[in-house]
């Protein structure tokens, strides 16, 4: 896991000193790769000077040999790459049989001459997390790719003739390619709780959407090509085959132990994490545990139901304990991590547990991520709540008990502001399906927020971010999971964990969100074996490995728990805003928001990560 950046021609922040431009901007990852740098450049008749910089975090291979940037065995091309792929010794195999030569054991070599070999195919060879950019010395040319699901960041930006890509946003800024805050993802944000792909926070920049390939000459067009979709319909019989689905998570958890340092797990009380664990255990691994527990919210806190988990598969497991004064010391650690906005108060705990294990000594940390989307257990697939969405049921059915007999002015408003949740959600499948995910501000409330962003303007950003993953044929269950894959998952979840560990030099690794688990699990048709509770083939699993007393606990998420500190009248009081004052917002933006509409917490906490992100990015620029 590292950290990289490249570069067409000088930096536009630094003609007149541009090496040292590149490694201040390439020393920024420096958390991202703390075991070692490397900078090439390249004169280039055609595309003038290239750069390619890289911050390495040594897990396979520690040695010198391993450090990037990497040639291939012919000499024609170089990368720059970060990610693990797991299933590099089978391709190192095929590429020494086709007469390549390796000087080291890394997976790095194994791209870059797997590329020299087959092309742009190589990543269809690929199982693992990664992103990377090669530059083809002869021909003048940059490929880059991103893995199928966008574990891995990859961030773009074109100015002048020029293009620079990088694993953080915050080096293309150093290198002068962006602009300012880009209001359309700026509104997607507000919406959403992230900035979707491809769009990101500032301007002239944008993500390479998951599952796809680059292709750059200077002169010629910047070429996009998908090379993975996630299932798009159901295939095979009724019932789907536990064991099947079993005997993969095992194979696949087993691949992604391929390290040459020690490996331990995240253990929630949650199914997913214990999957994963159980599936260690099986194999006599010696794994590190790792959970969080919540003093201020015994109610919520898993760590007792993960410490006894460990204790019946065996595993050696440490507790980190937070409450209001511990926790206090991770949230401005959490939110100087993140290149852009999220609206997520799970940032802080997986900083706070990402730091535990980094504390421990740990590089590489296994993770249960992905297994809500992948199996269907997010409490918004309930066809009974989405039925009353989609009625407006519940917020209907609340007007008129609440709001009987004259309306003075405040509750005049509070029965308008509920009135149009209830119309906002009865649009479509996709309205109801945003409103139930993320439940922060409507398309009117952007509008009475932000300066410059219309209503109609902000609906279209956000219903197109899920429609442009979404799949009619499918079962409507399985339509959710998919766009919750690549919307939610990619652009929330993903983020938190790879911004937060990596800021500590730590590599967490998801097998859930292995192809493989993923092509299985959304291919599935809706069946009992599926689908007859949320997640209900991982249950099976659990059941048959003894852990059947995970199946009667409540779903409780990865959010802080029980921290007055993010209260929302706290947050309302300390909403300072930057962007105020470059005018993005309009004044006293935050007391626009009805106090009584739904999710009004997840409207006010929006606003202020984006706050506290904004002054953060303040103070690195000025």
Not at 150 to 177: C, T
Not at 341 to 356: D, E, K, N, T
Request: with cysteine; hydrophobic share 40%.
């Amino acid at each position: 896991m590292c950290g990289f950046v490249f570069c067409s021609g000088d930096p536009p922040s630094a003609r007149s000193a541009p090496e040292e431009a590149f490694k201040s901007a390439c020393d920024l990852m420096t958390s991202r790769g703390p075991d070692g740098s490397g900078i090439a450049t390249l004169t280039d008749e055609v595309a003038g000077p290239i750069r390619l910089g890289h911050r390495r975090l040594a897990i396979v291979d520690p040695t010198e040999v391993g450090s990037q940037p990497m040639w291939s065995d012919c000499g024609r091309f170089v990368l720059v790459y970060n990610g693990e792929v797991y299933n590099a010794d089978t391709l190192r195999s095929e590429l020494r049989a086709a007469g390549r030569r390796f000087s080291s054991q890394t997976d790095t070599e194994v791209i870059v001459n797997g590329y020299a070999e087959w092309g742009e195919a190589i990543v269809d060879k690929l199982y693992g997390m990664f992103a990377f950019a090669i530059w083809d010395t002869r021909d003048s040319q940059l490929f880059a790719a991103r893995d199928r699901v966008g574990i891995k960041p990859l961030y773009v930006a074109e100015k002048g003739g020029q293009i620079a890509l990088a694993s953080d946003m915050r080096v293309l800024e150093r290198l002068g390619f962006t602009g300012d805050i880009n209001t359309d993802a700026l509104s997607a944000y507000l919406m959403l709780g992230y900035v979707p792909t491809p769009l990101a926070i500032l301007s002239g920049v944008r993500k390479l959407e998951a599952g796809h390939t680059l292709h750059w000459t200077r002169g010629g067009s910047c070429k996009l090509r998908r090379y993975w979709h996630p299932p798009d319909t159901v295939t095979g019989p009724e019932e789907a085959n536990i064991d099947e689905l079993a005997d993969l998570i095992d194979t696949v958890t087993q691949e992604h132990l391929m390290a040459d340092v020690p490996i331990g797990v995240f253990l929630s009380g949650g199914l997913d994490s214990s999957l994963i664990a159980s599936s260690l255990a099986a194999m006599n691994t010696d794994v590190q545990a790792l959970t969080i527990g919540y003093s201020d919210a015994p109610g919520e806190d898993e760590a007792p139901i993960a410490e006894r988990t460990a204790e019946l598969l065996g595993m050696a497991i440490e507790r980190l304990n937070l409450n209001k004064e511990t926790a206090t010391e991770f949230i401005d650690t959490a939110f100087a991590a993140l290149d852009e906005p999220l609206g997520y108060s799970a940032i802080v705990s997986q900083m706070a547990i990402s730091c535990a294990a980094r504390g421990t000594g740990l590089k590489v940390v296994l993770s249960g991520d992905g297994g809500d989307e992948v199996f269907g257990g997010y409490r918004w697939y309930d066809t009974d709540m989405r039925g009353s969405l989609g009625q407006g049921g519940n917020i209907l059915g609340y007007l008129s008990a609440r709001f009987t007999g004259p309306l003075r002015p405040r509750r005049l408003r509070r029965a308008a502001s509920l009135s149009r949740e209830a119309s906002f959600v009865q649009r479509s499948e996709l309205h109801r399906h945003l409103h139930a995910v993320f439940p922060t501000l409507r398309p009117d409330e952007v509008e009475d927020v932000l300066t410059h962003v219309s209503a109609d303007r902000a609906e279209e950003l956000a219903i197109e971010a899920l429609r442009r993953h979404d799949a009619p044929e499918m079962p409507l269950k399985r339509r959710l999971q998919r766009i919750d894959l690549m919307t939610f998952c990619e652009g929330s979840v993903l983020p938190k964990v790879d911004r937060t560990s990596m800021a500590t030099g730590l590599e967490v690794r998801p097998p859930l969100l292995d192809h493989r688990v993923i092509e299985w699990g959304l291919s599935k048709p809706i069946s009992e074996t599926m689908d007859k509770e949320p997640k209900n083939a991982v249950r099976s699993i659990l059941r048959r490995r003894g852990l059947d007393f995970l199946l009667t606990e409540k779903k409780r998420g990865f959010s802080l728990k029980g921290i007055s500190q993010l209260s929302g009248k706290n947050m309302l009081n300390d909403l300072w805003s930057a962007g105020g004052e470059r005018g993005l917002f309009h004044p006293a933006s935050g007391t626009r928001l009805e106090p009584s509409s739904h999710g009004y917490k997840m409207k006010i906490q929006s606003l202020y990560f984006f706050d506290r992100w904004m002054r953060k990015r303040e103070k690195e620029i000025s």
